[in-house]
């Protein structure tokens, strides 16, 4: 089943279209419900996450949907009312954003300084949530989470960029550098795309910082997510989702093929 992150959003989206369909405003529609005009607006853009099924029932009356195009829409609302996996560890993911990735179909993946979340060893995450300042607890929590988000690999298309920097960066263990390159190299598939990006390519329009651009089914709009010390951004503007694309083609440009990527990899595994 798609995740309930992305259902919501497919239902915010249909409710706008059968209101404008119907010819109303949001005030047109909150007049008649005695609804407040920011209760019907946050339901349409999402911002509400937890819209019952007797308000939508009052909104598709109202707009005149019946039959199986409004039993349809209700099974949407049911399905985003479900309580998906990833909330359990919100104190070690960012929920927006794994709520999306679990409904994608395609993944485009810039990891910057560290390897892409899908392809890290358990080692390689453990270390990573000690550098976060994780305790042992929220760590194991943390290699959980990942190992539970890489059964993904299984069903989307992903590409991932990785830095050649993201594995100097654990030279020092040569065990753990061993592993995560091997980790790579079995990983890639005809789903699974992986190019590295040799330190020698100089700066680039990754600089600024990890990103993701993740594409759905059924006709919807590509998202892209911009990770941060503070947080990540879903950014959902066509015009700032173009622009990640734009930075993504250069990097898939200047980074090595993937089967020059895949030779480097089984020798830095070898020679570790």
């Not at 279209?17 to 853009?45: F, M, N």
């Not at 998906?84 to 300084?113: F, H, K, M």
């Not at 607890?137 to 988000?149: F, G, I, Q, S, T």
């Not at 250069?250 to 480097?264: D, N």
Request: aromatic share 6%; glycine share 8%.
């Amino acid at each position: 089943m798609t995740s309930p992150t992305v259902r919501r959003r497919r239902l915010s989206a249909e409710l706008r279209r059968r209101r404008v369909q119907a010819g109303l405003t949001l005030s047109d529609v909150a007049e008649e419900l005695e609804w407040s005009p920011a209760k019907l607006g946050h339901i349409e853009t999402g911002i509400r996450k937890w819209p019952s099924v007797m308000e939508i029932s009052a909104l598709l009356r109202l707009y005149g949907v019946t039959g199986g195009q409004r039993e349809a829409i209700l099974t949407l609302v049911r399905e985003s009312r479900m309580r998906p996996w990833w909330t359990e560890y919100e104190d070690v993911l960012s929920s927006a954003y794994v709520g999306n990735e679990a409904g994608a179909v395609a993944l485009r993946v810039y990891g910057g300084i560290l390897v892409p979340d899908l392809l890290q060893t358990p080692d390689y995450t453990a270390l990573v949530g000690r550098a976060l300042g994780y305790g042992d607890a929220a760590v194991e929590r943390m290699v959980a989470a990942y190992l539970k988000r890489q059964e993904l690999l299984e069903q989307v298309h992903y590409h991932a960029i990785v830095e050649e920097d993201a594995l100097q960066r654990i030279s020092g263990d040569r065990g753990l550098l061993r592993a995560q390159a091997t980790r790579i190299v079995e990983s890639a598939s005809e789903r699974v795309t992986v190019q590295l990006l040799p330190t020698s390519a100089g700066p680039h329009p990754g600089i600024a910082g990890p990103f993701s651009v993740l594409e759905f089914d059924e006709d919807e709009a590509d998202l892209a997510y911009v990770d941060a010390t503070q947080g990540g951004t879903i950014v959902e503007a066509d015009e700032s989702v173009a622009t990640c694309k734009k930075v993504w083609a250069e990097l898939t440009r200047i980074a090595l093929p993937p089967k020059a990527t895949t030779g480097i990899l089984r020798r830095m595994a070898l020679l570790t």
